[in-house]
């Protein structure tokens, strides 16, 4: 079956610092969404990339689709306490089980 | 616009006890998703309902576990009867309409569920 792969699991930073977060699936993807989860709060959608080699850009964050539409990347540029949380990708489906990466952690230390 | 509502938002119960949980997705949302989420995973799909059809429930418990979702609204999780190891949040989640296009997925804010 699929498996989505998702590093590190934890990353500490200095504020101000950059931060990525990797996810690797086993199958090629139709799409992949990316997640922020705060501390104790739920699950929140931030972006969808369904186009292989796809870049989109929110403020400080840039999401990228590999080309072969197996890997995708979350970069923070200059990250603030804000941005802390657990970032997770998810694999919508089709084919396979819907699945959540099992997310990176980012600790922002001020 | 309301988003998902969930409750309860907390429970405790003994093991081998039974327990539920409710969901009210965002109003014409055709799919509903019930998560399970263990302290430091990533949320882990039980079952997904496209209106009141079963799209996917390979990943949930059945022995123990069992979901509806009556008239394609609301919709009611049941574990009986609950083990340690079902302690965890339950996510409930609700999108437009699954596998075409933009399905962005709106979360509840979710039931903790501590079995002792």
């Known amino acids: 079956g699929q498996q989505v792969m998702q590093i590190p699991q934890y990353q500490h930073v200095q504020e101000g610092e950059d931060f990525t977060t990797y996810c690797n699936s086993s199958t090629t993807l139709s799409n992949i969404q990316w997640y922020k989860q705060r501390p104790g709060g739920h699950p929140v959608f931030l972006i969808q990339?369904?186009?292989?080699?796809e870049v989109k850009k929110q403020k400080r964050l840039t999401f990228q689709f590999g080309e072969a539409k197996k890997n995708s990347s979350l970069h923070i540029t200059a990250t603030q306490t804000t941005d802390v949380g657990t970032y997770f990708c998810f694999t919508p489906g089709g084919s396979y089980i819907p699945t959540f990466g099992r997310g990176t952690s980012l600790i922002v230390h001020p | 616009e309301a988003g998902v509502a969930q409750s309860p938002r907390y429970k405790i119960i003994e093991k081998r006890q039974s327990v539920a949980f409710w969901c009210n997705p965002i109003s014409g949302h055709a799919t509903l998703y019930w998560y399970q989420q263990i302290l430091g995973q990533g949320p882990k799909l039980l079952i997904q309902?496209?209106?009141?059809?079963?799209?996917?429930d390979s990943q949930l418990p059945k022995d123990r576990f069992s979901a509806e979702r009556l008239k394609g609204v609301d919709s009611t999780l049941k574990i009986q009867p609950a083990k340690l190891e079902d302690s965890a949040v339950y996510l409930c989640?609700?999108?437009?309409?699954f596998g075409q296009g933009y399905n962005e997925q709106f979360f509840g804010p979710g039931t903790r569920l501590t079995v002792l």
């Open positions: 309902f496209q209106n009141n059809g079963v799209v996917d």
């Open positions: 990339l369904v186009k292989s080699g």
């Open positions: 989640a609700s999108s437009l309409v």
